[in-house]
């Protein structure tokens, strides 16, 4: 774990100036760095990426106490334009893509905001078709009629596209094969080593994510409720019980977990 890249500080978010969601979230991710946030639905993952990306004004939020700092500048007060210019780029839960452009067309806005040159778009277009060689045989197809997985990598690549140093990804795993789930990863890893892209991942399949990641946060309720390198959280007690399904006769299922049979150390 090397500088911070980016520095959430204590941060709070209200919806419609009443909804309290996230309540003293504080995280890092460094240079280089892949970063989890883990939690159930509902916890507060999304939120936190959004706080980030500045997209919560679109959803009536705003962070109202705290500060969110990119490259040591404070970058909440930001509109997400201004973001993207410095090297932040969000992929939203659910692979939206413009469904009635191509694969091409989509990736290529992703380079809206440069101002480097034809060459050089073009240049990271064949590098997002290395990286996703399934995309560069689809491209001229609409991405509407595309499967759930290549739309996946066409979000991915499409914020590629904008040349990112952080790139914030919620919920890449949600409703893809598990095959696909461990490829999409494993070039999250090689983008992370060989292009220089720091990753803030928000997932619910804590088993993959602890395995590419660096570090982890966990989110209960909006608030953080443990942290630690990834593979000290794996080996913690807790998270095998709650979050990955085993406990001390291994692997079980969660009907037969009692909710809080042990108690959570966080919640003592």
């Not at 946030?37 to 509902?42: D, R, Y």
């Not at 916890?43 to 500060?67: D, H, Q």
């Not at 990271?124 to 595309?146: E, K, N, W």
Request: aromatic share 6%; net charge positive; with cysteine.
């Amino acid at each position: 774990m090397t500088s911070a890249l980016l520095s959430v500080n204590n941060i709070e978010v209200v919806y419609d100036h009443v909804i309290l969601v996230l309540k003293g979230v504080s995280l890092t991710v460094p240079e280089g760095g892949v970063v989890a946030l883990l939690g159930a639905n509902g916890a507060g993952k999304t939120t936190t990426l959004k706080a980030v990306s500045n997209l919560l004004r679109a959803e009536r939020g705003e962070v109202t106490r705290g500060a969110i700092t990119y490259r040591g500048e404070r970058v909440d007060r930001l509109d997400p334009h201004a973001l993207v210019t410095r090297g932040v780029t969000q992929v939203m839960e659910g692979r939206h893509c413009f469904e009635h452009l191509t694969v091409e067309e989509n990736l290529l806005t992703g380079a809206y905001t440069r101002k480097d040159g034809r060459a050089a778009v073009a240049r990271d277009l064949q590098m997002v078709y290395g990286y996703f060689p399934r995309l560069q045989d689809r491209r001229t197809a609409q991405a509407g009629y595309i499967s759930g997985g290549e739309q996946q990598m066409t979000a991915i690549g499409r914020a590629l596209m904008a040349r990112p140093s952080l790139i914030l990804l919620d919920e890449p795993s949600m409703g893809l094969a598990p095959q696909l789930v461990e490829e999409i990863f494993d070039i999250v890893r090689r983008l992370n080593r060989e292009e220089g892209v720091s990753f803030l991942l928000a997932e619910q399949n804590t088993n993959i994510a602890l395995r590419y990641a660096d570090y982890g946060y966990i989110l209960e309720n909006g608030r953080v409720v443990l942290d630690g390198k990834a593979s000290t959280l794996t080996e913690n007690a807790d998270v095998k019980e709650f979050y990955l399904g085993l406990g001390e006769g291994g692997r079980k299922s969660y009907r037969e977990v009692k909710h809080y049979r042990r108690r959570k150390r966080w919640l003592a």
